[in-house]
């Protein structure tokens, strides 16, 4: 078992340097650790060094995870972070405790009618194409307030608030920007009505510029786990 002790130390003191100058509380910054293309074996040495929040983007590798994990299960939080196809809600509703991905309302829908009845609500957050044209994946920003007021009806699910992908850009004013106006959307609708806590934004690159902009959940991978293969 790999010691992952070190990297999520490096993590977690990016994340409170981060939230100092942002003159935000560091606890109000989670970290999710995402462990896709990495073997159950590195969640369980992240577990070891007191991680707790899981993200997987491929349905069929979260489950075997899941399962290899099992004996942890109570003491895990796994969240759903990919590309999510209608065929495949039904397992995702049974064994996550979030979804980060929703970016249609009939997957939204799939997932209420599928949450089993003995779980709690299942968290999810809208995924919203920050980026424009360079990326197809999210909910266009003029198209959100419509899809979260639709979901947030829905029995099963609780609406957590937003998650976006920004294109990779060079430096921290230009990371901000996609961030900025995530917070912007996610802010109009908590005026709105709808009661959100998440912004589900930052990756191993551009952690920083998401905690400057208000991110209450940070995805990391390549920091805590490595590079990835994704050649087997
Ligand atoms: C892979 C992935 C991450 C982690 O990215 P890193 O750059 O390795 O930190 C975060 N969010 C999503 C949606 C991902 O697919």
């Known amino acids: 078992m790999p010691d992952l002790a070190q990297p999520?130390?490096?993590?977690?003191?990016?994340?409170?340097?981060?939230?100092?100058d942002a003159r935000r509380d560091p606890g109000s910054v989670k970290l999710l650790?995402?462990?896709?293309?990495?073997?159950?074996?590195?969640?369980?040495?992240?577990?070891a060094a007191g991680q707790r929040a899981f993200g997987e983007n491929y349905v069929q590798e979260a489950l075997d995870k899941i399962e290899a994990l099992?004996?942890?299960?109570?003491?895990?939080?796994w969240h759903f972070i990919g590309p999510l196809q209608s065929n495949k809600t039904r397992p995702v509703a049974e064994?996550?405790?979030?979804v980060h991905s929703v970016d249609r309302l009939k997957i939204a829908q799939r997932l209420a009618e599928q949450r089993p009845a003995h779980l709690p609500p299942?968290?999810?957050?809208?995924?919203?194409?920050?980026?424009?044209?360079?990326?197809?994946?999210?909910?266009?920003?003029?198209?959100?307030?419509?899809?979260?007021h639709a979901i947030a009806a829905?029995?099963?699910?609780?609406?957590?608030?937003l998650m976006s992908i920004p294109e990779p850009a060079a430096n921290l004013a230009?990371?901000?920007?996609?961030?900025?106006l995530l917070r912007t959307l996610f802010e109009q609708l908590r005026a709105d009505g709808l009661a959100l806590d998440t912004l589900s934004m930052g990756m191993s690159g551009d952690l920083e510029a998401a905690v400057l902009e208000g991110a209450t959940i940070v995805r990391i991978g390549t920091a805590i786990f490595g590079t990835r293969d994704y050649s087997h």
């Not at 896709?36 to 590195?42: N, Q």
């Open 8 to 20: 999520l130390d490096a993590v977690h003191r990016r994340i409170e340097q981060a939230a100092r």
């Open 33 to 47: 650790a995402v462990s896709k293309t990495f073997p159950a074996e590195d969640v369980r040495a992240a577990h």
């Open 70 to 77: 099992a004996d942890l299960r109570a003491d895990l939080e």
């Open 95 to 98: 064994q996550f405790d979030w």
């Open 122 to 148: 299942l968290s999810v957050c809208l995924q919203v194409n920050v980026s424009g044209e360079a990326t197809k994946a999210g909910v266009a920003p003029d198209e959100v307030a419509a899809l979260a």
């Open 154 to 161: 829905l029995p099963s699910l609780r609406l957590r608030g």
């Open 174 to 180: 230009a990371q901000r920007e996609p961030h900025r």
